[in-house]
């Protein structure tokens, strides 16, 4: 009978990370994520749509999400208009992507009840539901 054996090695941090179960895996796409805000805005997203489960919505007003995202201080944040095309430009990049279990995630930026501010809604989807809905992404551009 023959065997083969296969020998793999980690750095030394990571392996006492596996060893100790304290190891967090995440999806490949995560880290092909071209906009640096899209990770972060990603990373901060995805646990809170999680815990409240499917069809359930996160709402946050822009001016807050960059407070919570920790983003450095620039010129845009203090413009409606800039803040919801910076954070549209962004939530593009999220469209359809799937979460760790496999849910897509529909993200969409409203006005909310304070007219100084947009807001940032989130929810977990079915893949078919996010295709047949008509969501901020599903409208064609005027030309």
């Not at 083969?4 to 100790?20: A, E, K, V």
């Not at 845009?76 to 962004?90: D, P, V």
């Not at 009840?113 to 992404?137: A, C, K, M, P, Q």
Request: aromatic letters at 6%; one cysteine or more; charged letters at 25%.
């Amino acid at each position: 009978m023959e065997q083969t054996i296969l020998r793999i090695r980690f750095s030394d941090p990571y392996s006492r990370q596996l060893l100790g179960r304290r190891v967090v895996s995440r999806p490949k796409n995560l880290l092909k994520m071209p906009s640096e805000m899209a990770f972060v805005l990603r990373v901060y997203i995805e646990p809170i749509l999680l815990s409240r489960g499917t069809e359930k919505e996160h709402a946050i007003e822009l001016q807050n999400l960059i407070q919570v995202l920790n983003l450095p201080s620039a010129g845009w944040h203090k413009y409606k208009s800039r803040r919801q095309a910076l954070f549209g430009k962004t939530i593009r990049e999220l469209h359809g992507m799937k979460t760790t279990n496999g849910h897509c995630m529909d993200v969409q930026i409203r006005q909310g009840s304070n007219e100084d501010d947009f807001i940032l809604v989130g929810r977990l989807v079915s893949n078919s539901r996010l295709d047949t809905e008509d969501s901020y992404f599903s409208r064609d551009p005027v030309s």
